[in-house]
């Protein structure tokens, strides 16, 4: 078990440029979470996947925003035509059963 | 849909004296509830959970926690905090069907003064 892990930890970015975050779960966690945390706030929800399905999508996931979780092991995240406003933490977390554990999260500056 | 109230957004605790972060959530359905450590940079780090059972929760590095439904509040607790206890801490809930995404509160920062 060597927990979540998310790449790049760090991303600066010129605004309305794509970019795109990876997450790899824990092995064998056939659900996967991804959160947005802004400074001075709790994370919130983005989009949750079980296996490749991804089964819900927060109204925070704008269409330049989009998922994905091929053959149901690792994940990325692109966000497309960056604004300022994307700048933040992105957290990915696996779950097995109830509990979900968090990566280290990709820190996203757009200037 | 479910919230969670964190009223202190900031708590100064000496060192080896004891703390208590409040957490208050709202829901329609019946919950599951979490505590979560943050370090600075870090992602989150799971203190502790209630699911079901015994209402007096213990978790990792010392900390506790009360679930009290008549209340809607799962207060952590320890006895004697340590230096290293300093980050930030998200109390969260979940319902106990579905997809259990998380909601979070705000925070709480808790700070050690030696």
């Known amino acids: 078990d060597t927990g979540v892990s998310q790449n790049p930890r760090h991303k600066i970015t010129k605004r309305g440029q794509n970019v795109t975050f990876r997450c790899d779960p824990i092995?064998?966690?056939?659900?996967l979470y991804w959160y947005r945390q802004t400074l001075g706030q709790g994370p919130e929800f983005l989009t949750y996947?079980?296996?490749?399905?991804?089964?819900?999508k927060s109204r925070l996931l704008s269409d330049r925003f989009s998922a994905e979780r091929p053959k149901g092991s690792f994940s990325t995240l692109e966000i497309q035509r960056t604004e300022q406003g994307d700048s933040a933490m992105y957290l990915c977390?696996?779950?097995?059963?109830?509990?979900?554990?968090f990566g280290p999260g990709t820190r996203l500056t757009v200037t | 849909a479910q919230s969670v109230t964190q009223l202190d957004s900031q708590v100064p605790v000496f060192e080896e004296a004891p703390v208590e972060l409040r957490c208050n959530y709202s829901s329609s359905v019946s919950v599951y509830l979490f505590w979560y450590v943050q370090y600075p940079n870090q992602g989150l780090q799971l203190l502790l959970k209630y699911l079901s059972g015994s209402t007096l929760v213990k978790g990792i590095n010392g900390f506790e926690a009360e679930f009290n439904k008549s209340q809607t509040s799962f207060h952590l607790r320890k006895p004697s905090v340590h230096i290293s206890d300093t980050a930030e801490y998200f109390c969260?809930?979940?319902?106990?069907?579905?997809?259990?995404?998380?909601?979070f509160g705000t925070g709480t920062r808790l700070t050690i003064i030696p």
């Open positions: 977390a696996s779950s097995l059963l109830i509990e979900q554990y």
């Open positions: 996947f079980q296996n490749e399905a991804q089964l819900e």
């Open positions: 969260a809930v979940s319902s106990n069907f579905g997809n259990e995404k998380l909601t």
């Open positions: 092995s064998e966690h056939n659900r």
